[in-house]
């Protein structure tokens, strides 16, 4: 089952590596997926490190239907927004969303996983948890800082363009947050076995 | 460690009854809690079927410091949502939130969270996990379906009144989205040994 488990990090891991090759990885999420994979006990199956993303759908959450218009893994600046609602004028719906950051960590065993679930505690990801037990087990580290805000509904612009800089501060002070929930984890998770 | 279990499940038990008595469970949560607590394997610690809510705070998810003004379980009509804002207009920052469904369960072991975790995945709660393995195995069964949208920043209204309705119609729709996931739970449940 041990090897089982080094075989299958090889895989991931050259996966990995190849997006790290062609830049598909979020910058933020680096740091972190490079502590984790170091340690023989575990390996990061998906990450993101928090993100800004403007969508055109009903309602939130409809992940197969809606339509991702623009999307940070950074904070943004008003005038960023606005030319994204530009090109968006088609859709009768619209949602700009900030979301903490999710990694999906492959751990070796139960006590491995209770270990990265405690370091995640102490960081402050209180709804990180097990997702499943069995070759390997699987936990989410999660952070639950969120916005999901309309800014069309039915055609119409629920918050003015005037508003748009109230709006854009907030959303970069909570994804910041988030942000900075990732920071405390990599330090805590540096002390790990 | 199995007698301690039904030990501290009397206790919780005793504390939920109580509580129900009193009228202080969330009427939709009951049937739910009913199925969990009535098998031997399972005790609940919290529960919550789904919110709206209002919120004076400069950002969501400060809890600590935020002021909650009013909350509903079940949807809202708009001018509920106006008379709360009414009693509300010494807040320079206002926040209109809808979560879904969380529930704390305590399990006997591994085991029995696994068949709870497998029951959730089948009811389409995909973030649910075990929060800790210790002398029980908690689980947090919860729904991602969320809204986080500010009604006002930094003492400006940036929705605008006549505007409310298009907010409250979807915000109503994630809410009823949300439980109807707790609908499905509920049947999964049923089936656990």
């Known amino acids: 089952m041990s090897q089982r488990f080094d075989i299958e990090k090889s895989r991931v891991l050259y996966t990995l590596y190849c997006a790290l090759e062609q830049g598909a990885v979020d910058p933020d999420a680096i740091p972190l997926l490079a502590l984790l ?3 023989c006990d575990y390996y990061t199956t998906s990450s993101c490190s928090g993100r800004v993303q403007l969508a055109a759908t009903s309602l939130p959450g409809e992940k197969r239907r809606m339509v991702v218009l623009a999307k940070w893994h950074r904070p943004i600046e008003t005038r960023e927004l606005e030319l994204a ?7 009768n719906d619209l949602w700009l969303s900030v979301q903490g950051p999710i990694l999906h960590v492959a751990c070796r065993d139960q006590g491995s996983a209770l270990h ?22 699987m936990v ?19 918050v003015s363009e005037e508003h748009l800089d109230f709006l854009v501060e907030r959303v970069n002070a909570v994804l910041l947050r988030a942000k900075a929930r990732l920071k405390r984890l990599e330090d805590e998770v540096a002390r790990l076995p």
Chains 1, 2 share one sequence.
């Open 140 to 158: 989410e580290l999660t952070v639950s800082d969120r916005i999901e805000t309309p800014l069309r509904l039915a055609g119409i612009n629920v």
């Open 85 to 91: 609602l530009l090109s968006a004028e088609r859709y």
């Open 37 to 39: 994979n170091a340690k």
């Open 116 to 137: 990265l679930l405690s370091a995640s505690r102490r960081a402050g990801l209180k709804h990180s948890g097990i997702l499943w037990i069995g070759r390997r087990v």
